[in-house]
Every structure is written in structure tokens, then in C-alpha cells.
């Protein structure tokens, strides 16, 4: 990745005068969508790192290629929509929808062209050296192709469906994500057949050799040879079609619009409408075909009529498409090229075995996952399902994966008697089924499910637990930054706070109050939640701190968050930095701010994270004149956070949990020289290179040290 040298950068964006640009500039914004893809260029670059075990980067490679899908499923079929629909909504940056498609194709071919020649060039050979072949049908002997044979005639063949496309077979569908193969066979005279066969996904993509000859290929040191399950069907493609010749056959793939459109209109069923949406995203519209290279022009122009797709949607790659299907490899058996597993700590303020709502009782408990175990969440909702005293539980629930042991607490809490209510967000993208089975599960149980509001989707965190004892009512709060999932729980990094301070209960009852039923909760003790008061609340904030920085000279901010692209905000920070206020961005993924301008921002560092643990933790600090401020939560800094979401930002009001937080890893984080990404003015990112003496691992760090 090439970037600007930064003196360039700063000229480029100043004026003939020399001059810094005026606040809200387009030349001071980077456009979300290439901001985007420049992360995903950093995870790609993972793939390349050989601090990462052979297998891990290999994950990278995968889970780069389905982030390049979901961008065309979601955002590419957004903007495509505002073409078609001549909507021109411009961004701070004021790029146009088409402006923008653009930019997005170009990039993109270039991702392609880099994945392949990471695999090709460098993954592929290096597990070929470990034992793991990934290699060409041609390249098995005749036992093996033998073998394989029989494999297709008895598990392959019977789930193939070959659709011809002629006057009387009209164009199939092409389902989203799926690899086909169009395939030419020869009719009539000189006449050249086309016909599309699906390659099954019910099968792995990957097929294991020596498994299917009946060898034993397990373990450390096992042998490993895989061959395309695509590679095998395309050469016994004439027992799908028997006594017609089969001339050639290319794999393609299509990518559609996957972005459900849900009615929330007044006295419309949302369950009902989600269902209705996840049926018709199958059938969204087809943004993005990938081909093989070598497939001829008539071949994609027969695609791309029955398709409906525009030739700048169509992308030549080399094969294999489709190489997320390369996450199938990392569940070999082989953990010398795999991280070294760890076993989550439980946090020392609980970790001498008394009850957790008796320590709860008496301090505040803070948790860092996944360094430090989810079960201390799981127990304390546990241990509130089965005590005498607990008499409610209420909670949120954004994306709890498909074993939920989160769920599971709730319904014992119902077998126990308690009260139990659920706000479960079926809008939750990718997760919808699951939330609406586990929302059905609930209701059947008998309890109170409720599924959010109409144009805002529940993305707060936050549970709440009335226990009577003999002073009264008493409330437990947890509240973090990550979702009820222990999945992962064990692969982002997340912080929770298990507390009984009574403005907390207070501001939980009323939060669920506004979630549940009618209530118009305007203000808070200490919650800022969107979209009530969350984005002025840290607004008034970031305002203060200039203020402090003008008596004191010392501001100084300190914010983690996944993506930074509001506008408000980041003229915001602009101001802070040109008052002379530090500012320190720890910004995993999207970031449109420009970092480094003279005049601007020369006062605001820009760090992007990337490494073993997906960072996800939100953290908003203010130095305050002294005090510490800091504040947690869901939030980041986009519109649709501040303003179409439900969100709940929380302080951390005891002081060496504040301070704990600040200096082991805000601090840490910005001390990170191996997993560190730098923004420059231009919006690309330059990487960390540590030398001998400076290398440190926050993430690394954070698995040693004990809080």
C-alpha cells in the first residue's frame, strides 16, 4: 500500500494562500466506503504477517473475503439503489453515488488481484511445506482421482441439478454467494448450448483426499492433500449430461443485494416484516459478479442479460472464487500452525469464590474480555435466576449466536418464577433468523418479549436485576460494550461493569421503561443514550475540555471506537486540535477525519488496531481538568449510532477502575507497536515497524498481565 509522503499530503490539501482548508472543506473528509476498504486492507494484510501462526493467516485471508462481500451486499447495493434512483446524498467529502461506485470497483479489483497473489504466492506454498496441499485435480494419481471418482458418483452427483437456459428453460436464479459453473455444451449443428450448475454448499468446498480414500490423516503431523469440489464436478460433467458434449465450463459468482428492506409502518408486525425480508434478501438484486479470467465474452454476456447486470459489475479474477471457503482449512487438526490457546482469567475481584452479587454488593467489578472470562456475566445472571430473593431480570439482546447460554439463564430465571423481559433486536443484520428463534423460544417460555422500535434498532447492552432483600430493593446492573455471545466473547475485545450503584438501577429501570412501553425518558443520571442526549451529552464534553485547555493548557482526549465518520463530530475534534488540545483516535475500522493537517489537526493521532483479537470496545476519555472523565458503551461515532439507534454510554465512576482502564489499555493501546496501523493526512495507513527495543504487543500484553 503506497500512501502520500505527509508533507505532500498537507500541501495538497491547503490552499493557493497556503492557508489551512476552513473547517468543512470537502478536502478535509475521506469518503466512508474508501475508508473502509482501507481496513480491509489492513486485515488483509495479516495474511502476509508471520508473527501470525500458517493457519491464522490463512482466517485473515477468509474473513477478508467476506468483508469484501458484505461491503457489495450492503454499501455497493446502497449506493447502486441511490443511482438508479437518481438520489445524490452527499457525504462531508461530497462524492456522488457514482463518484463513489467508482472508486469502490477500482479498489476492489485491486484487493482481488492482491488476494490472489498472496495465496498463490505465499500461503499455498507455505502449507505445502507444513503437509497441507491445497493442488489440482490433475496433480492425484490414479488411485486418488479413482477415489474421487466414486466420491462424486455416490455423495456428489445425486444433489447436482443442471438447468439448461434456452426458449424453454428461462435464466435460472443465481443464488446470493453461491460458485456456479456455466457451462457450454454442444446442440445442434454448430450450435453451442448454455447451461449453469450450482456448486452445492451442503458439501465441503474443500474435499479432504485422504479422508475420502479412508486413510487416517489426523493429527499433528497428519497428511493433508485437498482438491476444489468445483475442480471435480466441472471434469465429470458428462454424467450430467450424457451422449451431449460438453465443450467448456467456467465458474462465476454472484453477490446481490442483501440489505433487507423491513416495513416498520404503524400497526405492521415487525416479526412478521423481518421474516418477510429475510425471505426476499435470497432474491436482491445482483451487484457484483466475479468470473473466471478466461471465460469468453459471449459466455458473461449471456450472464449478465440474464443476470441484469452492468459490465462495470462484472470482476475477472483468477480461481478460486469464492476464497472465504478457505476458512474450511483452519479446522484441521493442527495446532503447532495454530494461535496457542488460553484459558480466560477470572477477574481478581471475584476471584476469592464469594458470591458475585455479594461482591457486586459491595464494589464495583470491571471485566476485559476476552483476557478475562465471560462466565463472570454468565454468573452473575445464573446466580440471579436461582436466588429467592432476585424477583425480575430484564435485558437486551442484539446478537447472541446460536449457542446462548445467555438465553438459556433467562428461561431458567422464568422456570424459577421470576419476572424476565426481553427487548430482542430482530434487526440485528446476519442475525435476524437466529434472534427470531431464540425470540419465539422466550415467548413460549412465558417471557415478556418486546422487539424494538419503529425506525431505531436496540443496540445497547445493558441487564438489569431487583433483588428484595431486608433493606429494600436493591438493583444489579451489567452494561458493556460487546453483545450476550460467547462466542465472541473469546475473539473481540469487550469491557463489562457488573454494578449496584443506584443511579445506574435508576437509569436501567428507565431505560427498559422506554424500551418496553410508552415512556418519554428525556434525561438520565448517568446514562448518555441515543438518541436522547448521547451525542450532546459528549459534544458538551469534548466543548469543555477546549474550554479546560484554555485555563490549563493541558486537554487532552482519549476515544476507541470502531468507526469515526459523523461529520459533527469530527469538526468537533478539528476545533479541539486547532485550540491546541490533544487528541489521541484509537479507531479500528472507518475513520474520515484527516490526522497531521497544518493549521487542523496536527494536533490529532489517528491509530488503527489489528491483530489477534478483533477490537470492538468503545471508550470516550477526557482528562477534565485532572479529574478523569471516562466513559463506555455501544456507541460509535457514526449517525446511525448517535441518531437511529438505541445506545447507552456509561461512566466508570470508581477511580482505579478508571485509571486501570486509561493506563492498561487506552495507554497500552497507543504504546502498540505490532499490531499498530497510523493514518496519514491522505486517509491511507502506514504500519507500525517496530525495531528490537520498542516492540510491544498490547493485545499480547493484556493475555500476561492480571488486572
Known amino acids: 500500500m503506497g500512501c502520500l509522503d505527509m508533507a505532500e499530503a498537507v500541501r495538497a490539501l491547503k490552499t493557493r494562500s497556503d492557508a489551512p482548508p476552513e473547517l468543512g472543506s470537502p478536502s478535509l473528509y475521506i469518503n466512508r466506503e474508501i475508508s473502509l476498504l482501507e481496513f480491509q486492507q489492513r486485515v488483509l494484510a495479516q495474511a502476509t504477517e508471520e508473527r501470525h501462526p500458517l493457519l491464522e493467516r490463512v482466517k485473515f485471508l477468509a474473513m477478508q473475503s467476506g468483508m469484501v462481500d458484505e461491503l457489495f451486499m450492503v454499501r455497493v447495493s446502497d449506493l447502486m439503489d441511490d443511482l438508479s434512483e437518481g ?205 473466471e479470467r478466461s471465460m469468453p465474452e459471449t459466455t458473461r454476456a449471456i450472464l449478465a442479460q440474464g443476470l441484469k447486470i452492468g459490465a462495470d459489475s462484472i470482476y475477472s479474477v483468477d480461481r478460486p472464487l469464492g476464497v472465504d471457503s478457505l476458512m474450511e482449512l483452519t479446522a484441521i487438526d493442527r495446532p503447532d500452525l495454530k494461535y496457542t490457546p488460553f484459558v480466560p482469567r477470572v477477574p481478581s475481584a471475584i476471584a476469592g469464590g464469594e458470591p458475585i452479587m455479594s461482591v457486586v454488593e459491595r464494589h464495583d467489578v470491571l471485566v476485559h474480555h476476552p483476557y478475562e472470562s465471560f462466565a463472570t456475566v454468565l454468573d452473575l445472571l445464573t446466580s440471579a435466576a436461582r436466588s429467592d430473593d432476585v424477583l425480575a431480570i430484564k435485558q437486551t439482546l442484539y446478537r447472541v449466536g446460536v449457542d446462548a447460554p445467555v438465553v438459556r439463564a433467562l428461561l431458567d430465571a ?86 449496584c450503584d443506584p443511579d445506574f438501577g435508576a437509569d436501567a429501570t428507565d431505560l427498559f421503561n422506554y424500551l418496553t412501553g410508552y415512556s418519554q425518558q428525556t434525561t438520565y443520571r448517568r446514562f448518555l443514550v441515543a438518541p436522547v442526549n448521547l451525542r450532546q451529552g459528549l459534544l458538551e464534553r469534548i466543548e469543555r475540555e477546549i474550554a479546560l485547555h484554555k485555563k490549563d493548557g493541558k486537554g487532552h482526549f482519549i476515544f476507541k471506537a470502531n468507526s469515526l465518520i459523523d461529520r459533527q463530530f469530527i469538526d468537533a475534534l478539528y476545533r479541539a486540535s486547532q485550540a491546541g488540545v490533544k487528541v489521541e483516535l484509537i479507531i479500528r475500522g472507518m475513520c474520515s477525519l484527516r490526522p497531521g493537517i497544518s493549521g487542523v489537526s496536527e494536533n490529532i493521532r489517528v491509530v488503527s488496531l489489528v491483530g489477534r483479537f478483533l477490537e470492538h470496545s468503545r471508550a470516550y476519555y477526557f482528562r477534565n481538568g485532572g479529574t478523569g472523565e471516562l466513559y463506555l458503551g455501544s456507541a460509535d461515532l457514526m449517525p446511525r449510532n448517535l441518531d437511529h439507534r438505541v445506545e447507552v454510554l456509561f461512566p466508570v465512576l470508581d477511580p482505579a477502575l ?37 516492540y510491544f504487543d498490547s493485545q499480547a500484553w493484556s493475555l500476561e498481565h492480571d488486572d
Open 87 to 291: 438520489l445524490v446524498s452527499l457525504g462531508p467529502e461530497r462524492m456522488t453515488p457514482a463518484q463513489q461506485l467508482a472508486a469502490v470497483r477500482k479498489r476492489v479489483s485491486s484487493i482481488f488481484s492482491e488476494q490472489r497473489r498472496i495465496l498463490c504466492g505465499s500461503l499455498l506454498p507455505e502449507l505445502a511445506s507444513h503437509g497441507i496441499n491445497v493442488v489440482d485435480l490433475n496433480e492425484l494419481n490414479t488411485t486418488q482421482r479413482a477415489s474421487l471418482r466414486t466420491y462424486f458418483e455416490s455423495d456428489v452427483f445425486p444433489v447436482l441439478t443442471p438447468l439448461a437456459v434456452d426458449p424453454g428453460h428461462p435464466f435460472p436464479h443465481i443464488s446470493n454467494l453461491s460458485v456456479n459453473l456455466a457451462v457450454e455444451v454442444a446442440g445442434e449443428g454448430n450450435e453451442t448450448r448454455f447451461a449453469r450448475v450450482k456448486v452445492p454448499d451442503v458439501l465441503p468446498r474443500l474435499l479432504h483426499v485422504e479422508k475420502i480414500l479412508g486413510l487416517n490423516a489426523t493429527g499433528k503431523k497428519g497428511k493433508y492433500t485437498f482438491v476444489w469440489l468445483d475442480q471435480l464436478i466441472a471434469a465429470n460433467l458428462s454424467a450430467l449430461f450424457p451422449g451431449i458434449p460438453v465443450l467448456a465450463s467456467y465458474e462465476f459468482r454472484v453477490i446481490r443485494d442483501a440489505d433487507i428492506e423491513i416495513h416498520e409502518e404503524e400497526g405492521v408486525d415487525l416479526r412478521l416484516s423481518v421474516e418477510r425480508g429475510l425471505r426476499q434478501r435470497r432474491f436482491g438484486e445482483a451487484v457484483a459478479m466475479m468470473v
Open 658 to 694: 478508571r485509571e486501570r482502564v486509561v493506563r492498561d489499555i487506552l495507554k497500552a493501546q497507543l504504546r502498540d507497536t505490532a499490531n499498530a496501523w497510523y493514518e496519514q493526512p491522505d486517509g491511507t495507513y502506514r504500519r507500525a515497524v517496530p525495531g528490537a527495543d520498542d
Open 414 to 499: 422464568v422456570n424459577h418464577g421470576k419476572q424476565v423481559a426481553v427487548l430482542v433486536e430482530l434487526k440485528a443484520r446476519w442475525d435476524e433468523a437466529s434472534n427470531i428463534e431464540w425470540a419465539s423460544e422466550l415467548e413460549r417460555a412465558g417471557v415478556h418479549v418486546a422487539y424494538g422500535f419503529y425506525g431505531l434498532k436496540t443496540h445497547a447492552k445493558v441487564a438489569l436485576i431487583v433483588r428484595k432483600d431486608a433493606e429494600g430493593i436493591r438493583r444489579f446492573v451489567h452494561v458493556g460494550t460487546g453483545n450476550y455471545n460467547i462466542q465472541t466473547a473469546r475473539a473481540y475485545t469487550d469491557l463489562g461493569l457488573l454494578t
